[in-house]
């Protein structure tokens, strides 16, 4: 089965930058088919679907998040989250998840928004962001 280690968190302080990192077990099992993502969750938050990218390369990110954070994969398929300009309310743990999406749903603002859509996924990284 499909294993997703995330590495890269830690503590900054606002404005800093951090690269999260997610290692993707058997990544030359995955189809062209595949979403990769990133959700966050912070303290008494909902979990959050932050960036999406397919297979091909297309992504999708969340209000919250656009122009700050880069979500990118690598041909290892080791997924990756840039993110700059952090404040602290983006403090959470990030989790990295990926799924097949024959539909071409969970690679959109729907598959964000439902993230018990995704079933695999990684156990989740603190970052915290200080004033």
């Known amino acids: 089965e499909v294993q997703l280690v995330e590495s890269g968190g830690g503590s900054v302080q606002a404005g800093g930058s951090l690269r999260l990192s997610c290692v993707v077990s058997?990544?030359?099992?995955?189809?062209?088919?595949?979403?990769l993502a990133w959700f966050r969750q912070g303290p008494g938050k909902k979990r959050e679907g932050i960036a999406t990218i397919n297979m091909q390369g297309n992504s999708t990110y969340a209000d919250s998040v656009r122009g700050r954070f880069t979500i990118s994969r690598d041909a290892e398929n080791t997924l990756y989250l840039q993110m700059n300009s952090l404040t602290p309310e983006d403090t959470a743990e990030y989790y990295c998840?990926?799924?097949?999406?024959?539909?071409?749903?969970?690679?959109?603002?729907?598959?964000?928004?439902?993230?018990?859509?995704?079933?695999?996924w990684g156990h989740g990284i603190q970052v915290t962001v200080s004033a």
């Open positions: 998840a990926l799924d097949e999406d024959y539909l071409n749903a969970l690679c959109s603002n729907y598959g964000r928004s439902h993230f018990q859509l995704f079933h695999y």
């Open positions: 058997d990544h030359d099992q995955l189809l062209s088919t595949t979403c």
